[in-house]
């Protein structure tokens, strides 16, 4: 407790525990490269879920502006997890996509590990997971089946978080 002189946690730990994994890798370089491979990942993840969603042409011309936006640029060398929740949050679109408009069972525990993890990288990601739920239920609206093996995985990640916040 903070009467005691403890330590506070005040953010979640994802992100610096990969900065902690690229400094065991390569030592301070790869500390620091940490936020670029992320920005890369997400750049990647961006363009993946966009072709998948509307097209290779949009998302080919949708990442070439976004790679070269001040926004990117500036998050992607600065190290703040934007990145980190960028990649994580448009794989797990990609995966939902995979699962629940192709049948691709294999990618709906995938979608929900990725999309219920983000939540440890900012607690902002509640917002966006707010919105990938209404996509849900829409798809559920349509007649798509969303099973348990996305449900379960998701809502056991938020049910962590939720008890891992109560902590910080």
Do not use: K
């Amino acid at each position: 407790s903070r009467d005691r002189g403890e330590v506070v946690g005040q953010f979640p730990h994802a992100f610096p525990v990969w900065i902690a994994v690229g400094y065991a890798i390569a030592g301070l370089s790869g500390a620091l490269n940490t936020v670029g491979a992320w920005a890369l990942l997400g750049l990647l993840s961006v363009y993946f879920a966009w072709s998948r969603l509307i097209g290779r042409l949009a998302a080919t011309i949708g990442c070439t502006l976004l790679a070269f936006n001040l926004a990117e640029v500036w998050f992607a060398r600065y190290p703040n997890s934007e990145m980190m929740q960028q990649a994580l949050l448009f794989a797990g679109i990609l995966a939902a996509s995979r699962a629940y408009r192709d049948g691709d069972l294999f990618f709906a525990p995938v979608a929900g590990l990725l999309l219920g993890s983000a939540v440890f990288v900012r607690f902002d990601t509640i917002i966006l997971l707010a919105i990938v739920c209404g996509a849900l239920l829409l798809w559920a609206a349509d007649g798509v089946q969303i099973g348990l093996s996305f449900l379960v995985p998701f809502f056991a990640l938020l049910g962590a978080a939720a008890i891992y916040y109560q902590t910080l």
